[in-house]
């Protein structure tokens, strides 16, 4: 008994260690290219839409930069398929009803300071391509197209299978 103690601590003390020093090394790239989509407002309704861009141009831009070595690449791919995003958006704004109007800006685009998962990410202008829905003052949702953070798998039926190390020693500790 005591050595489970002892060594349910130690697994605590270094997943917690670990954790820690993992979420305080994550970086954005400078050469980093992101995605932003500011709905209207903050309402259910602004929200679902954003929601359903935001699912629409993940399967887009991952289709589209899947195979982007650079940024730069990167780039210039986005700039030839901005129509296609706008094609897209206006798809969805036209199948919901939506009259509110957007816009579509790729270039230098300001974003908020962040906190997530305990990683800060500092406000600035990025390299972005950034949709606005409305008059754009609801919560927005934003992430890396290239390197692609947020695109990993950007098929629809992709599942994503989370484990913790910590759970596993655990239940074979404590299953047998």
Not at 141 to 164: A, H, M, N, Q, R
């Given at each position: 008994m005591k050595k489970t103690f002892v060594l349910i601590i130690f697994i605590f003390v270094f997943y917690v260690f670990i954790s820690d020093v993992l979420a305080k090394?994550?970086?954005?790239?400078?050469?980093?290219?992101?995605?932003?989509?500011?709905?209207?407002?903050?309402?259910?309704?602004?929200?679902?839409?954003?929601?359903?861009?935001?699912?629409?141009?993940?399967?887009?831009?991952?289709?589209?930069?899947?195979d982007a070595e650079s940024s730069e690449e990167a780039k210039e791919i986005i700039q030839n398929n901005l129509e296609l995003v706008d094609k897209d958006v206006k798809k969805i704004?036209?199948?919901?009803?939506?009259?509110?109007?957007?816009?579509?800006?790729?270039?230098?685009?300001?974003?908020?300071?962040?906190?997530?998962?305990?990683?800060k990410y500092e406000e600035g202008y990025y390299e972005s391509l950034l949709i606005t829905l409305g008059k754009g003052e609801g919560d927005n949702?934003?992430?890396?197209?290239?390197?692609?953070?947020?695109?990993?798998?950007?098929?629809?039926?992709?599942?994503?299978?989370?484990?913790?190390i910590v759970m596993e020693i655990l239940n074979k500790y404590f299953d047998n």
């Open positions: 090394n994550i970086t954005i790239p400078n050469d980093a290219i992101r995605i932003r989509i500011i709905p209207n407002s903050n309402s259910s309704f602004d929200q679902d839409i954003k929601l359903k861009v935001k699912d629409k141009l993940e399967i887009t831009m991952y289709d589209l930069l899947k704004l036209s199948d919901e009803n939506y009259d509110k109007g957007y816009t579509i800006n790729f270039g230098k685009n300001y974003f908020p300071e962040k906190e997530y998962k305990g990683v949702w934003w992430c890396v197209l290239f390197p692609p953070l947020c695109l990993i798998e950007g098929e629809e039926d992709t599942e994503v299978e989370y484990k913790s």
